[in-house]
């Protein structure tokens, strides 16, 4: 394994990045997740992250080659009529040559640091069965029962449809007082259709 540090790691709010690491967070989106058309790298520049959801980025570059990345976004919910302030790790994703030498889990880290000192009440997010081990290594436990919905609309995406598991930890005081609210249940994140987490 090579030797990491952490002045390769960046963390600030998404909005903030300059136009070269919106493209190369793109570019390295489209490595992981390969769309019909790749993004452009003239004109205009590939918004990754939907304003509304005020994401945080945390990447690694090396020698000006953007390695790993991590998004943390950010909404309000409701439910079991309350309402909770949710941060998600989101487009965790690491140069596929430069895989399995640490660098998601040193993103995941950072990220998970940033919502531990926001002011969210719950951390959620769903990932791939064979991911939630390193998941649940870096802090974020699998919620068993747990449901997530993009939206109560019909064609909204679901963890369950989708194969995924529900990652869930509860954070604030807030959080831990309705902490049956969070078990057994389906939870409805209220995005437009077509967006998750
Ligand atoms: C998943 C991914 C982000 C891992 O990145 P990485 O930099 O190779 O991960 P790391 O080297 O930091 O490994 C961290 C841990 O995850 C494990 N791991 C890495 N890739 C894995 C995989 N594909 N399946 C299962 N476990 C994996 C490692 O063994 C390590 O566990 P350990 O600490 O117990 O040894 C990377 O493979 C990737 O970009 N995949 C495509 C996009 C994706 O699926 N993202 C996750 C969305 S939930």
Request: glycine share 6%; charged share 15%; net charge negative.
């Amino acid at each position: 394994m090579s030797t990491i540090t952490s002045d390769l790691l960046s963390i600030l709010p998404y909005q903030q990045t300059s136009e070269q690491v919106r493209r190369d967070i793109a570019l390295l989106m489209h490595q992981v997740w390969p769309e019909p058309s790749p993004p452009s790298m003239e004109g205009l520049v590939p918004e990754e992250h939907d304003p509304a959801l005020d994401a945080f980025s945390c990447f690694i570059y090396r020698d000006n080659r953007l390695l790993s990345y991590a998004a943390v976004l950010h909404l309000t919910l409701t439910h079991a009529g309350q309402t909770f302030r949710m941060a998600a790790l989101s487009c965790v994703a690491t140069d596929p040559a430069y895989q399995r030498q640490g660098l998601s889990r040193l993103v995941v880290n950072a990220a998970t640091r940033c919502i531990e000192n926001s002011q969210s009440d719950i951390g959620l997010f769903t990932c791939d069965p064979s991911l939630a081990l390193f998941y649940a290594k870096a802090g974020w436990p699998a919620a068993l029962g747990v449901e997530l919905i993009g939206s109560q609309d019909v064609g909204a995406l679901s963890s369950k449809e989708l194969g995924k598991v529900v990652v869930l930890r509860l954070l604030s005081q807030h959080a831990h007082g309705h902490a049956t609210a969070f078990t057994n249940t389906c939870i409805s994140l209220g995005l437009p259709l077509g967006q998750f987490v």
